[in-house]
């Protein structure tokens, strides 16, 4: 009823994480609603960053540089080495501002149940980069979930013969937060990881 | 950190309705993984949208014609003019194919708070659409909100020379609502509207 071109916006914008169809049709009425200030704007940047972002070969993080700023960037310690999921485990450590050396994006987990195998995940790269030397130590910083931990394993597993040194994130208490409201593995985790004071 | 690229089309998306700033980054992050399933049909419907959806001159929906579909719909009743305050009410009512006559988009509600008097709607022109002959009658269908009666007691006071007759949507208990949940309002308003079986 509301002509091609509106329905077309709708089902595109469904498709983002977070809009379901409802909220979609709110977003493309808001859109649309304000045209000059909102919608042709998003339609340049999305042209732009189409155009102009590409995957760094390095480490797969997203950027319009490659290799990206943060493989580029001299002051980093490129001897260390943080492996994450995704792009956006990524950028969550590096708004932390707490880590200065360089990542490699592996994309994803393994999951059988997903049919993701480790042809599917960027390790090889990894490996060959520990293997060209230069790389001191690798931290695990994948998903403290089932599959995560499995991946983690699985990429410990392939870097045995790199004379690399293999570290992972701490398990623990999430600062500010509650024992009481805390699961029992994490509770068991930081029990057993107890620090002296 | 991430190239004014990605920054703005992140800043872009938080002002959708339903996005905040990190369910943003999120759908940017989906967007520039999936560049040519998702991106790039986006970035071309939105232009698209920008190009061809315009407002329509006699009811104010947006369509890519001028005047909308609805309004150039024959079989349709034009003397019968359903006044909602904004294109997704419009919508709302098209989805449930319930009404066979046209509407009138007054854009808003007046509101003392955010400053929106008698002149920020589009009610002139609906006098002069009531004034001009073929309007029968005029179905107030603003929010059952107390802006939207304030707008439409204001619109009927607006039509009050106008020959034609003013009525308003019904209030009372939703379809498959349960009268224990409803509130007080609405229960009086269902008893004093009752009709016989």
Sequence with gaps: ?????????????????????????????????????????????????????????????????????VCADGRRDSGLVCVVEEVADLWAIERTAGFKGVYHVVGGTLSALDGRGPQDLNVAALVERCAAGGVREVVLALNATVEGQTTSHYIADRLKESPVQITRLAHGVPVGGELDYLDDGTLVAALKARRAV
């Design 1 to 69: 009823m509301n002509g091609p071109e509106i329905e077309q916006l709708v089902k595109l914008l469904a498709k983002l994480p977070g809009l379901g169809p409802r909220s979609a049709r709110r977003a493309a009425l808001q859109l649309l609603k304000k045209k000059d200030q909102l919608l042709r704007p998003l339609a340049d940047a999305l042209t732009n960053a189409a155009e102009n972002v590409v995957s760094c070969h390095v480490c797969g993080n997203l950027d319009t540089a490659d290799p990206c700023a």
